[in-house]
């Protein structure tokens, strides 16, 4: 099985979040979000600091409880399942921080990743994640606590991917990584996953650096949606522009 592409293995499927309310305790920090990422695509949030971004994440993912609304994926209603049956069924999630065992090897790492996993199937997963990221190949005596920031985005992905998720759940992959690591992070590692055929959604700070790979994007304000659109259609919106991209400038934007 090691030798099947990504593609091949990855089955896609749509997540959306329907009016979801979530927070820590029973106060909401988001109120009546819905979002929604098809196979194939990228759909990114976006938001000032304190606005939510993480909270949703969190949300999806079983890490923190719903308070109202739903979690469907494909048609399967996931709303408040432990964040290992979410896992279990499909979803992976990589954490902006605590994202690898940093006084584990790369191997390590990939092998945790594949905590649900049949025994025997581990050494054959971690074969076909180091085919996905080839650069892992040479790491995987390395301790993660000593691979560079890239290098440990990468990991945290390739860990995730483990479990063959059909949707990745991203919060902050560029968190502290200097601008051209950013980029490839997210034009390489994080575009790799999309073109699977798996569905991505990714909370990121470098507005202009995420439109430039999404579809669809998504901005919080407040615990709130306050916009929505395609990448094409935020880029051209003042207020988007003024608030995230520095004013008059545009990314370029293809391939819709």
Known sequence: MADRTLADRIAGATLRAVDISAGYGARPVIEGVSVIVRPGEIAAIVGPNGSGKSTLLKSLAG??????????????????????????IGVGYVPQIDDVFAALTVRENLEMGGYLLPTGQVRARI?????VFPKLGSLLGRRAGGL???????????????????????DEPTANLAPVVARMVLEEQVGRLAASGASILIVEQRAKA??????HAY??????LRMAG????????PAFVHTFL????????SGD
């Open 230 to 237: 395609t990448r094409v259609e935020l880029a051209a919106d």
């Open 148 to 170: 560079s920031g890239g290098e440990r985005k990468m990991l945290a992905m390739s860990r995730c991917l483990m479990l063959e998720p059909a949707v990745f759940i991203l």
């Open 210 to 215: 995420v439109l430039a790979i999404c579809d």
């Open 127 to 131: 074969e076909h994640v180091v085919t």
């Open 63 to 88: 890490v923190i409880p719903v308070l109202s609304g739903r979690v469907l994926l494909d048609e399967r209603d996931i709303t408040n399942l432990a964040a290992e049956d979410i896992a279990r």
């Open 219 to 224: 901005v919080l304000g407040g615990g709130r």
């Open 246 to 253: 520095g004013g008059g400038h545009t990314p370029q934007t």
